[in-house]
């Protein structure tokens, strides 16, 4: 009984090895599959966070650039109209109001550099410019002294933010200092974290600040571009808003961020934190995952801090460990699990491509349907794309554009002209806003409005240009014809004896024609802008004013009268005015007609006067003819009584 033992033990130690063996295979397995699993996470923690970096390097460019092609947008309506009205200037701010809310800008203003001796003045010209209703204060500017101010001029939306309106954008020095650098560079310049006026308590936002410059001096040097500043186009931007719209929300779920300002070294501020507990913060952590990203003139620090949550096992890899070690099916649940980890990953892959397939989608959807033509060339000017609306402005298809230059249809402004445009988008790297005259393919001309842009990419090397522009063919002829029509109109009533006077419904004058130096003494520009009840014109001021009151009660309604006025050289004149009260384009406006009738008054008076002698002087005749009627009818009567006398005497002698 004794000899089987040998081989029991040898079973035993031969199963056991066996046993140990094949135990052996899921613990490797299961050893391989948690380094494997470990060096996963780290993996994808660097994938994720590299990704989160460079998409929010680019997000924070594209979104800087996108400030800038905006409000370079305004610059433009400047340089077209030399100026620009209220109207105007709300007009396009609206026009673009999906753009700019898209990008988180919440208001839009224009902020014009005015000067001390220009104060007055600039205040007089604002409150009659703004719409009627517009509550602005009495006094705009601030209570020091200086030799210009930076005022803000025009706000979008104005209703809720009319506060705003008259603010002096230079009196702080965080607004001042991005002033400054958006002057000197000609580029858009970001504030740090400011307090706007318009913000609640507690609430911070972020300035995107651009120079508008006189478009009739050199802009060259830094010089050159600091005496040609005439005002900023300036937004507010809500600091959290900004920031949550940089990073998507797959990232958020993986990593805390921190963005901090470190523009000045001494002082770093915090602009955004979503982990403002200080969770989950290491050194090692602080120091490997941060992103330095110049923005706008500001330097911001990144930082990305894992979420633990986010680089574990979940709980399904987890029991597959366990599975493999207890299981014994080693091969096929890995496999099993491997495979269903790719397909997954793979669905993951096929839907975020499928997603930015229908992103890219629509984004050639609006490019295509855009009332604007866009034009993509390369570095040499060669086309590599345009859509639908170049096709109809030029004539001319993409299939026959395609590997031309826009020299196809261009070449008619000048040799200077294109050495400037390509000195500035090639040279300089900078954006280009002008108006083009081009030939369409059927001969015609046609005028743009374009702002050619360089495309730089990621290395900061030129990579091509994108052209980007609104056919203004029909509005320039439009404002021919009505430069034409107002010439015209213009020269009729220059050419009137009457005295065309027009003003506003605060008395200030609009308008005068040429008539005004005959008949007042003063040029029509020594007359225009000024208010006409501040000059010393009236002989009987308050008797105008009052009729002017009584006429600006009501619409279309009128007076006639004779008014004495005082030359320029102080003599006076007597006008007979015809003044009607009128609506144009909603605004009240007395039209005033004016006669110089001083020698008709003058000569009506002599009339009177001498009407006045001659019935003086026939009363007289009359009281003599009247005295001497009486005198003969006493003489007659004494002849009379003469008469019988002697008859009697006569009686008496022929009874003697």
């Known amino acids: 009984m004794e000899k089987p033992a040998k081989p029991l033990v040898q079973n035993f130690l031969l199963s056991f090895i066996v046993f140990v063996f094949f135990l052996s295979i899921p613990i490797a397995f299961t050893l391989i599959a948690w380094k494997m699993s470990v060096q996963t996470i780290e993996s994808q923690r660097n994938e994720k966070f590299l990704h989160a970096i460079d998409f929010s390097r680019i997000n924070i460019q594209d979104r800087v650039k996108a400030y800038q092609n905006i409000f370079s947008g305004f610059s433009a309506l400047h340089a077209a109209h030399g100026d620009f009205s209220y109207t105007e200037w709300s007009g396009y701010a609206k026009h673009i109001r999906d753009l700019t809310s898209s990008t988180g800008v919440s208001v839009v203003a224009y902020d014009e550099v005015v000067l001390a001796e220009e104060k007055n003045q600039f205040i007089t010209k604002l409150q009659t410019e703004l719409p009627g209703g517009t509550k602005i204060a009495k006094t705009i500017f601030p209570e020091s002294v200086k030799n210009e101010y930076t005022v803000s001029k025009y706000i979008e939306p104005l209703e809720g933010n009319e506060i705003g309106i008259g603010y002096d954008f230079s009196s702080e020095k965080e607004r001042y200092s991005a002033m400054i650098k958006a002057r000197d560079s000609g580029q858009l310049a970001l504030t740090g974290r400011i307090a706007s006026i318009l913000d609640k308590q507690g609430v911070y936002s972020i300035v995107p600040v651009y120079p508008i410059y006189s478009h009739k001096m050199a802009l060259d040097t830094r010089e050159d571009r600091r005496s040609s500043v005439i005002g900023y186009i300036v937004g507010k931007v809500n600091v959290d808003d ?88 080693v091969g096929t649940i890995l496999m099993a699990t491997v495979g269903i980890f790719i397909i997954i990953g793979n669905q993951r892959v096929e839907r975020r491509v499928l997603s930015m397939t229908e992103e890219l989608r629509t984004f050639k959807l609006a490019v295509e349907n855009t009332n604007d033509y866009v034009i993509i060339t390369d570095k040499e000017g060669v086309i590599k794309y345009m859509n639908r609306m170049a096709e109809v402005l030029t004539g001319y298809t993409f299939a026959e554009s395609h590997g031309q230059t826009p020299r196809l249809w261009g070449r008619q402004m000048g040799q200077k002209f294109y050495e400037h445009l390509w000195h500035t988008i090639k040279t300089e790297q900078k954006s280009f806003i002008g108006e083009l005259v081009n030939k369409r393919k059927d001969g015609e001309l046609f005028h743009v409005l374009a702002t050619i842009s360089p495309l730089i990419d990621e290395e900061k090397a030129l990579v091509g240009f994108v052209g980007i522009g609104k056919d203004i063919t029909e509005s320039k002829k439009i404002a021919l014809k009505l430069a034409r029509q107002e010439e015209y109109y213009r020269a009729l009533l220059d050419s009137c004896i009457d005295l065309i006077t027009v003003l506003d419904d605060t008395g200030v004058i609009q308008y005068e024609n040429a008539a005004s130096l005959p008949a007042l003494g003063y040029a029509p520009e020594e007359l225009v802008g000024k208010n006409v009840f501040s000059l010393d014109l009236y002989e009987e001021k308050e008797k105008v004013k009052g009729a002017f009151e009584s006429m600006s009660k009501g619409a279309d309604s009128h007076e006639t009268m004779l008014v004495k006025i005082k030359q320029k050289d102080g003599s006076s004149r007597i006008l007979e005015s015809v003044g009607r009260m009128v609506m144009v384009d909603g605004k009240s406006l007395l039209i005033s007609s004016s006669r110089d009738v001083t020698k008709r008054i003058n000569g009506e008076d002599a009339l009177r006067r001498k009407t006045q002698e001659l019935e003086t002087v026939n009363m007289a005749m009359l009281g003599r003819e009247l005295k001497l009627s009486q005198a003969t009818k006493k003489i007659a009567e004494l002849e009379e009584k003469l008469g019988l006398a002697h008859d009697r005497g006569e009686e008496k002698k022929d009874g003697n």
Not at 269 to 277: A, R
Not at 305 to 324: E, G, H, N, R, Y
């Open 242 to 329: 900004f920031f949550r719209r940089i990073f998507e929300a797959d990232f958020a779920e993986m990593f805390h961020f921190d963005v901090e300002d470190v523009t000045e070294n001494n002082a770093p501020v915090t602009l955004f934190s979503d982990d403002k507990e200080n969770k989950n913060r290491t050194q090692s952590d602080l120091k490997k995952y941060t992103l330095t990203v110049d923005a706008g003139g500001r330097v911001w620090n990144f930082r990305f801090i894992p979420k633990d949550s986010a680089f574990v096992l979940t709980p399904s890899q987890k029991l597959l460990m366990i599975a493999i070690f207890t299981g014994g099916a």
